[in-house]
């Protein structure tokens, strides 16, 4: 079976750095992905990691070891737009079934 | 920017009726998905589709689930008998490339009576 574990929720302050941390367990991983989600919206896709190491778009870097089954996605220049909920993903081999974790709930306050 | 559509935005239907939500993927992608989230929760995979078959299903696609690619554009979820417990968020998603970034649609609100 597929499992992935997340922090429920984390709260931040404007303009800080936020790590959210997500462990898996799975057969045939292939890839761990991140997505979010505001309230009522659908997930929008933020980053992929297929191999071990940093991946970084604009605010937004995600980072992958296989090895010890674990990646986090960091956020930087936190804006009160990010709150949402973000959620870690992963793909079997040949990608075809993404399993999505629970979720981690981020505040931002001013 | 090409986006993923789906209709309708919400379905009323009462248990035990037959239901099709339909999506329009983006048109040079060749990988399609349908994932639920009841409110609240984590969104879970139902299936993902390529070349005109079911690639991978999860344990709650069974045979009261199906999804056909009528022509060249639809993708659609039929449930064929609705249950309470099918009331939820129904999203679409397509990819260019199965093991990157899949483009979600905004869902189709389902809700069983």
């Known amino acids: 079976g597929q499992s992935l574990e997340q922090p429920s929720e984390v709260t931040a302050v404007e303009g800080a750095i936020v790590q959210i941390n997500c462990t898996y367990q799975?057969?045939?991983?292939?890839?761990l992905s991140w997505y979010q989600q505001h309230d009522g919206g659908a997930p929008t896709f933020l980053s992929y990691?297929?191999?071990?190491g940093l991946e970084e778009t604009g605010r937004f870097s995600s980072f992958l070891s296989r090895s010890d089954s674990y990646g986090y996605l960091l956020l930087q220049e936190l804006q009160m737009k990010d709150s949402a909920s973000y959620f870690c993903?992963?793909?079997?081999?040949?990608?075809?079934?993404?399993?999505f974790g629970a979720g981690t709930r981020l505040f931002v306050k001013a | 920017e090409p986006e993923v559509t789906q209709t309708p935005s919400h379905q009323v239907t009462q248990m035990g009726q037959e239901v099709i939500l339909r999506c329009v993927p983006i048109s040079n992608h060749l990988y399609f998905y349908w994932y639920r989230q009841i409110l609240g929760q984590k969104v879970e995979f139902l299936v993902s589709?390529?070349?005109?078959?079911?690639?991978?299903k999860s344990e709650i696609f069974d045979d009261q689930f199906s999804v056909e690619r009528p022509d060249g554009s639809n993708f659609t979820l039929k449930i064929r008998s609705t249950k309470l417990e099918d009331s939820a968020m129904y999203f679409c998603a397509s990819s260019g490339d199965a093991t990157y970034e899949q483009y979600f649609g905004p869902g189709t609100r389902l809700t069983v009576t």
């Open positions: 799975t057969s045939g991983f292939y890839g």
């Open positions: 990691n297929g191999l071990d």
């Open positions: 993903a992963v793909s079997n081999t040949g990608g075809f079934k993404t399993i």
């Open positions: 589709f390529y070349n005109n078959e079911i690639s991978e």
